[in-house]
């Protein structure tokens, strides 16, 4: 009993055993069918195709744009991806990696199109830096002998000054003595032994005097006591040591004047972009203090030290300043332009 129990289990065991085998190879009939099928679709839509009734073109295949290898002949959803298949038109399909955009796509993501030309690439090198003096525009006014101070014109440091403006007037009476000998030299007439007048002209410039001076004590014929010290360029007094009522000693600094006819910028140039930056390099600086005025200079000198802080080395640039615009310690934008040009091609800056 026992044994006819276990004879009939094995024979129900080799029948589900062969059902399922058998409905394994219907699956894989069935599979091989489905993936069979497209290609003969494609065989058939290329050689003729049909024409889609919306657009009026005619249509190649069907296709899932995930899966573009495979090929359909008729619309349907794709096996692959929960979507519809997408047509092909004979148009469309002319050209190899050749990428088109949707007109609608393209107004959404504002694409536009432009030629690639070929042109003159100047590369520029941008700094930040202040202004300051020109200190090779620097004028320092001294007395020439000993004397009195008696009447000061410029009070203040930072004064704007002219060149020729009266700055002081000096009492010298070391000067007095020397213009009474020529001027007696002089009365004496030719009965003045050779060479005499020339002595006491000697006299008055080792006095300290200069030639205008002597050539107006000998236009007016008298002596001239006191002098007034002008301004030997224009621009600003840089430093001020003179005050009304002291005496001033031989080689004593009066005056110390800064011209503002060109000045300094100097330019805090990256480390890294200090190759790009050469002595005459055009430059144009900008500030916000002067908005949409653009001064025009040059690099003047790259100075041999670099910053340890911000890595970065000082470029003096040389602006000129005919109005007095720039003021020394304003902050100022500058750009630098190399000399060397060269021709690249040029693509617009947003298609990077």
Known sequence: ???????????????????????????LHQGAQQNSAPAGAAGNASKGG???????????YWHDPMVPGHKFDKPGKSPF????????????????GKVSINPQVQ??????????????????????????????????????????????????????????????ELYVPDWVAAQEDYLAVRRMGANA?????????????????????????????????????TAPIG???AELSAREGMTVMSGAPLFRLNGLSTVWVN?????????????????????????GKIF?????????????????????????NADGQLVPGIFARVNFMPNTHREVLLIPSEAI
């Open 193 to 229: 032994p050779e060479g005499l007048l020339d002595g006491a002209r000697q006299r008055m410039r080792l006095a300290g005097m200069s030639d205008d001076q002597i050539r107006l004590v000998e236009a007016s014929g008298k002596a001239h006591p006191r002098f007034t010290v």
């Open 107 to 168: 107004q959404n993501l504002g694409i536009r199109t432009a030629e690639v030309t070929k042109g003159t690439l100047v590369p520029t090198v941008e700094a930040v830096g202040s202004v300051a003096y020109n200190e090779r525009d620097v004028a320092v006014v001294q007395a020439r002998a000993n004397g009195f101070l008696e009447r000061l014109y410029v009070r203040a440091p930072l004064d704007p000054v002219r060149k020729g403006q009266a700055l002081a």
């Open 50 to 60: 049909s024409i889609d009734p919306t657009t009026g073109k005619r249509v190649l």
């Open 81 to 96: 991806m929960d979507m519809q298949l997408v047509p092909v038109y004979a148009d469309d399909d002319g050209g190899v």
């Open 296 to 320: 025009r200079g040059k690099v003047s000198a790259i100075l041999p030290e670099v910053n340890a802080a911000t890595r970065t080395l000082k470029a003096r640039v040389e602006v000129a």
């Open 267 to 291: 330019a805090e140039v990256p480390e890294s972009l200090a190759a790009q930056v050469r002595p005459g390099n055009a430059v144009e600086a900008k500030t916000p203090a002067l908005p």
């Open 1 to 27: 009993m026992k044994t006819r129990k276990l004879l009939l289990a094995l024979l129900v065991v080799g029948v589900l055993s062969a059902g399922g085998y058998g409905l394994y190879r219907l699956g």
């Open 235 to 237: 621009g600003v007094v």
